[in-house]
């Protein structure tokens, strides 16, 4: 099952062969030692090599490889920057691996009808580049944005900082061409928002991979807005920082963004960035309203009423561009500084009801000291969507059983409360045994049944995301260094 | 046709199950005013009403997020949501008996979708009877989730055809402070398609904008000689609303549509409760065109050259162009649709769909529905999953 052990690809030699004239032998790759690099994504703890990586250029090229897998009855799968934190990217059985970063034509920006179209290899960040001056950008802003891509994105319904006014991923998917798991192109959707038939472009959406691979997206763009205001509210205690969240959002405020990092992550950040942030404080709220400017001053100042009433210490205001960038970089770094606090950590991706964060804390607070693990936290609070980090040492067999019973423990205690196991990250293998907590076996035959519609053969990603018969439940050893947010 | 009420989902899931195993087909019944949409049914079956599931499940007021049976009413949804200073932002006609399950199964939207979305954007959690009597959620009660597939989008526009959709968690957004709609008069689709192009790009960021033809909006029109009206709706704070208006009226002046003024909010009230009953209208004939939003002048165009007597009401920003007819035009339906606008929405990316007319009976999926998005056999798979013996609204949507 596990790839890794073999030195030789397994694969037919006729295969492989194909592979490189369909691709060109630059774009393909059958050595072990550059294989490892994709034997694993984000996520590290479970590993598995690909037999064959191919790197194609052109949706032709996508669909002579997946009709050549399905002669030789070879699994395959798609990947874009391996930045998920899921293992979605983890090929099952080895196989044929697509890596689509050398996709990464922005082939139309449209600004009358507010669309562009992106090959799957774009990185998130540059499509809001190319965009720099004409007042629009695209919306969904994954802390990952500097290296994932748009390919990566769609499969895993990405959300970031501004997805709370704004919406995730799917909110901005008008439309995709994909090659079926047979080999065939279609396209579903595109720049009109409302396609005749079923919504199937949305339905491809946090898809991980497992329907079709994603060849080209269209894409909405959004107005920037007129104004912004970005404010940064000091608490002395954890629980007033998670009580004024949600007094925000039950005042009936949606602001653009609304975050919270605890003490031990800026403690971390300030050592990476020197942002000036005050050590001795216990939480702190980045919160950032967008619109118009006659009407922020306002908004503002019912948060910051918000803010004091419920303990704040004091809120400070970005007093330019450069300063709010600042503050925001040094939230989409958070997990990069982490890395300074433990050799190893996990990161939990699940969601809460979103007036009931203060609880939640709570929560992860005990259970961080029933397992005796440090847990640092950094929260899309708006969204109710936590990221407990855990810190341990990956030597100590202990602390990473531990550091597994924690995390299963908490994404219980966000079942509990009504809430999810995965607000962004998606289940990918890492939490494919949650599935069957969340949903009944009627949803998972149901889910299944839809994945055979698209993927009858299941040749394309199997074993991911449902906990099929199939499905090898890979043992969970050594959880190594794991970056998320 | 037999109508049968299921009082809660274990119920509604037994009768599918039965109807199931008799291969009877099964036509969902919601608040029953749009029946008519879609191919009409052909074989008898079984009504199956959601109008007794019509309870509050969970209203979480504070988290801005509602669970409900599907049977309720859009009226008694938004008069639970006005108490609390909240709303779904859906514009549905006949809201007094239009049910949210019937809203989600047509995926129905109104002007408001300029500013606040479509139902796909509202729908976070769905509960659904597939055609083999299989009771199933999809999504949950958080608005933000990716475990498993999207369900919401699935069943989102799927007419009644994958299941019958029992229970669905929204998101809700607050009532804003106020809104007002400001109104100019325009003679030629040029200074239309300057005018969009501008509100496309407005820091007034309006909630919604529509353009008018017709003799039915007369009583809107600033100026009755000129062929169109353009309102827009803006909605937020006071202040908001004030710079709003006056930067507006400049902007439209600078695009060459002086004389803006804002409605009375009697005339504001009245208007866009017209509007939103207007794709409920009875004409002869009613047709949608759906192209990007560059696609609507064009199409609106050719419409009043058809048929200058014409209605139409647009959602212009949108792209969403409905027109109705009160004679059926020389070419009929499918010289309307087909060879007449058809290849026009094409261009623009869109396509055209019939809302209502004279002879159900005559329409096919090309003249209903219009261009199929996505390929034939995809869908005929997804509904073969989802119904394996055809029994959900047969004949009503897209597959074959
Ligand atoms: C430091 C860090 C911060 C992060 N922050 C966020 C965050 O704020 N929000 C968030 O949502 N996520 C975040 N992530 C997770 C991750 O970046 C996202 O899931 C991202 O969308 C993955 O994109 P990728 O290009 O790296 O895809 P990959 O990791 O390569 O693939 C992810 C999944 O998508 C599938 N896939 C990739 N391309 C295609 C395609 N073209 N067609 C079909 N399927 C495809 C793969 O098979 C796999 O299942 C973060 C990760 C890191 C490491
Ligand atoms: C293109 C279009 C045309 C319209 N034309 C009119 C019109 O002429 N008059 C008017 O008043 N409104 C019209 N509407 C708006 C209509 O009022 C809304 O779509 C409305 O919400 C339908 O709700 P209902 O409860 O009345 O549904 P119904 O009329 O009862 O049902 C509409 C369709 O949805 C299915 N359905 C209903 N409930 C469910 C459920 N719980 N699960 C699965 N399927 C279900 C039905 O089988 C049927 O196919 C139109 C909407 C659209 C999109």
């Not at chain 1, 065939?184 to 991980?208: H, I, K, Q, T």
């Not at chain 1, 691979?213 to 629980?239: A, C, I, K, Y």
């Not at chain 2, 002007?111 to 509960?127: C, E, S």
Request: net charge negative.
């Amino acid at each position: 099952m596990h790839g890794s052990a073999d030195l030789e690809s397994t694969l037919p030699v006729a295969l492989i062969h194909e592979l490189q004239q369909i691709i060109g032998v630059d774009g393909v790759l059958t050595a072990h030692s550059d294989r490892m690099v994709y034997e694993c994504d984000g996520f590290t703890i479970e590993k598995s090599c690909p037999d064959v990586v191919v790197f194609p250029t052109t949706t032709d090229q996508i669909a002579a490889v997946i009709q050549a897998c399905n002669r030789f009855e070879t699994p395959f799968l798609p990947r874009g920057a391996g930045t998920s934190l899921a293992g979605g990217t983890l090929p099952i059985g080895g196989g044929v691996m697509l890596v689509l970063t050398r996709m990464t034509n922005i082939e139309e920006i449209n600004l009358r009808d507010r669309y562009a179209v992106v090959q799957p290899g774009v990185v998130n960040i540059r499509l809001t580049q190319a965009l720099a001056g004409t007042g629009y950008h695209y919306a969904p802003d994954p802390s990952s944005q500097g290296a994932c891509t748009i390919g990566g994105n769609v499969a895993t319904n990405s959300g970031g900082p501004h997805t709370l006014k704004y919406g995730v991923t799917v909110n901005h998917v008008l439309g995709v061409e994909a090659v079926s798991s047979e080999g065939e192109v279609f396209r579903l959707g595109g720049p009109n928002a409302d396609p005749a038939g079923l919504d199937l472009a949305g339905v491809m959406v946090g898809s991980e991979g497992t329907l079709a691979v994603v060849t080209r997206v269209w894409v909405r763009l959004t107005r920037n807005p007129e104004g912004v205001r970005t404010m940064l509210g000091v608490f002395d205690s954890v629980d007033d920082a998670t009580n004024a969240i949600s007094a925000i959002i039950g005042a009936g405020i949606i602001p653009a963004a609304l975050e919270m990092v605890d003490h031990d992550i800026m403690v971390a950040l300030e050592e990476a960035f020197q942002f000036g942030f005050p050590l001795d404080a216990e939480a702190i709220l980045i919160i950032e309203v967008d619109g118009i400017e006659a009407g922020l001053d306002a908004q503002r100042d019912q948060i910051i009423d918000i803010c004091e009433e419920a303990g704040a210490r004091e809120v400070q205001q970005a007093e330019n561009e450069q300063h709010r960038q600042q503050l925001w970089k040094a939230r989409k770094q958070a997990f990069g500084a982490i890395g300074r606090l433990a050799s190893s950590l996990v990161t939990q991706d699940g969601v809460v009801p979103r007036t009931q964060i203060p609880q939640m804390y709570q929560k992860i607070m005990e259970i961080g000291e029933k397992y005796d693990i440090r847990i640092v936290n950094v929260f899309h609070a708006g969204d109710g969507n936590i990221h407990p980090v855990m810190l341990f040492d990956e030597r100590d067999p202990s602390q990473i059983e531990r550091v597994l019973a924690a995390g299963g423990e908490i994404l219980q205690a966000c079942l509990d409360a009504g809430g999810s196991v995965t607000g962004e990250h998606g289940i990918g293998v890492e939490k494919i045994q949650f599935m069957k907590q969340m949903f009944s076996e009627n949803d998972l035959d149901v889910m299944a049944s839809l994945r055979s519609a698209f993927n009858p053969n299941n040749r394309l990603s199997p074993d991911k995301m449902l906990p099929t018969a199939g499905a090898c439940g890979v043992e969970r050893h050594a959880p190594s260094k794991m970056v998320a947010q | 046709m037999q109508s049968l009420q299921p009082g809660t989902v274990e119920e509604l899931a037994g009768l599918v199950e039965q109807a199931y195993e008799q291969s009877v087909p099964m036509y969902p019944l919601g608040g029953q005013t749009a029946l008519h949409y879609g191919l009409p049914a052909k074989t008898d079956g079984w009504g199956i009403s959601t109008e007794k599931l019509n309870r509050v499940i969970d209203f979480p007021v504070k988290d801005l997020t509602l669970t409900v049976e599907t049977g309720i009413t859009i009226q008694a949804l938004a008069d639970m949501l006005a108490n609390e200073g909240l709303m779904l932002p859906l514009d549905v006609p006949q809201q007094s008996q239009a049910t949210l399950g019937g809203v989600i199964a047509t995926n129905c939207n109104g002007p408001r979708r300029f500013g606040y979305g479509t139902v796909r954007d509202y729908v976070i959690g769905i509960q659904a009877v597939n055609g083999k009597g299989q009771l199933f959620h999809g999504g949950g009660r958080v608005v933000k989730n990716v475990a498993g597939y999207d369900f919401c989008k699935l069943l989102t526009g799927s007419m009644g055809t994958l299941g019958i959709i029992s229970q669905a968690t929204v998101k809700l957004k607050p009532v804003p402070e106020e809104a007002v709609t400001v109104a100019v008069s325009l003679d030629d689709g040029a200074t239309v398609e300057n005018c969009i192009a501008m509100l496309m790009e407005s820091p007034t960021v309006p909630v919604a904008v529509e353009l008018l033809y017709g003799a039915r909006w007369s009583e809107y029109a600033g100026d009755p000689n000129r062929r169109y009206t353009l309102a827009v709706q803006l909605a937020g704070t006071e202040s908001e609303i004030t710079w709003g208006q006056q930067r507006l009226a400049d902007d439209l002046k600078a695009c060459g549509a002086p004389g803006a003024f804002a409605l009375s909010s009697e005339a504001h009230v009245a208007l866009w409760q017209q509007i939103q009953e207007f794709p409920a209208a009875e004409h002869e004939l009613t047709i949608q065109v759906k192209t990007v939003s560059s696609g609507a002048v064009p199409v609106i165009e050719k419409c009043t050259e058809t048929d200058p007597q014409c209605t139409i009401q647009s959602d212009i920003g949108n792209g969403v162009v409905t027109v109705g007819f009160e004679e059926m035009p020389e070419t009929g339906i499918s010289g309307l649709v087909v060879s007449q606008l058809g290849p026009l929405a094409t261009v623009y990316h869109g396509h055209v769909e019939t809302l209502r007319c004279p002879a159900p009976e005559d329409l096919t999926l090309g003249t209903m529905w219009g261009q199929l998005s996505g390929p034939q056999w995809l869908h005929n798979r997804v509904k073969e999953q989802f119904d394996p013996r055809g029994l959900l609204n047969p004949g009503r949507f897209v597959y074959q």
